[in-house]
Antibody
Framework: QLQLQESGPGLVKTSETLSLTCNVS??????????WGWIRQPPGKGLEWIGHIYSSGTTFYSPSLKSRVAISVDAPKNQLSVRLSSVSAADTAVYYC??????????WGQGTLVTVSS | QSVLTQPPSVSGAPGQRVTISCTGS?????????VNWYQQLPGAAPKLLIY???NRPSGVPDRFSGSKSGPSASLAITGLQAEDEAVYYCQSFDGNLIGSVFGGGTKLTVL
């Protein structure tokens, strides 16, 4: 049973970089059973795929965020990370890390709220 | 604007049956990618409810069922219970984006 736990600042200033980490337990993040990604949900709104990373290190990002986002894996620490640069109020959301299997999201973190404010 | 289209809300009385539709396009559901459904209870992370169009993970009651036809999919819930009140999201893969796409979510109210 996988467990995912997001962590990072709950408040980020406008134009700065949002950085979050997800601790993975229950399996190795290098396992080929899953690939890993981030999904966000603005308050009161729906889910938005941010991007994902395969065990090979290959990444895919949402076209709307591609110029500002980077997802990476720290295998020794069994951690997944996301960085989103030049944030604005529109980036305020609950950010979820996720374990993908096939085309489905098998496991979700509990989510962490990030508020962008000047 | 979500890539997959869902009705914003549905409602039903306890014991009744409701369905939630999810419509995509030729680059996602219509391209034969599987549809998955998630249930999000208030204040919680989404939880996988149906995967691979019609399969239930262990622990999901058989009151929940999924189907797919062409570029659309449906989630059916029979024998509605108060605890089913939640927001339901459909999700698939998009071959153009090389990533996941979601519906906008459907809020189910049990009257």
């Amino acid at each position: 049973q996988l467990q995912l736990q997001e962590s990072g600042p709950g408040l980020v200033k406008t134009s700065e970089t949002l950085s979050l980490t997800c601790n993975v337990s229950g399996d190795s993040i290098s396992s080929r059973s899953y690939y890993w990604g981030w999904i966000r949900q603005p308050p009161g709104k729906g889910l938005e795929w941010i991007g994902h990373i395969y065990s090979s290190g290959t990444t895919f990002y949402s076209p709307s965020l591609k110029s500002r986002v980077a997802i990476s894996v720290d295998a020794p620490k069994n951690q997944l990370s996301v960085r989103l640069s030049s944030v604005s109020a529109a980036d305020t959301a609950v950010y979820y890390c996720a374990a993908f299997r096939g085309y489905m999201i098998d496991y979700w973190g509990q989510g962490t709220l990030v508020t962008v404010s000047s | 604007q979500s890539v997959l289209t869902q009705p914003p809300s549905v409602s039903g009385a306890p014991g009744q049956r409701v369905t939630i539709s999810c419509t995509g396009s030729r680059s996602n559901i219509g391209a034969h990618y599987d549809v998955n459904w998630y249930q999000q209870l208030p204040g919680a992370a989404p939880k996988l409810l149906i995967y691979g169009n019609s399969n239930r993970p262990s622990g999901v009651p058989d009151r929940f069922s999924g189907s797919k036809s062409g570029p659309s999919a449906s989630l059916a819930i029979t024998g509605l219970q108060a605890e089913d009140e939640a927001v339901y999201y459909c999700q698939s893969f998009d071959g153009n984006l090389i990533g996941s796409v979601f519906g906008g979510g459907t809020k189910l109210t049990v009257l």
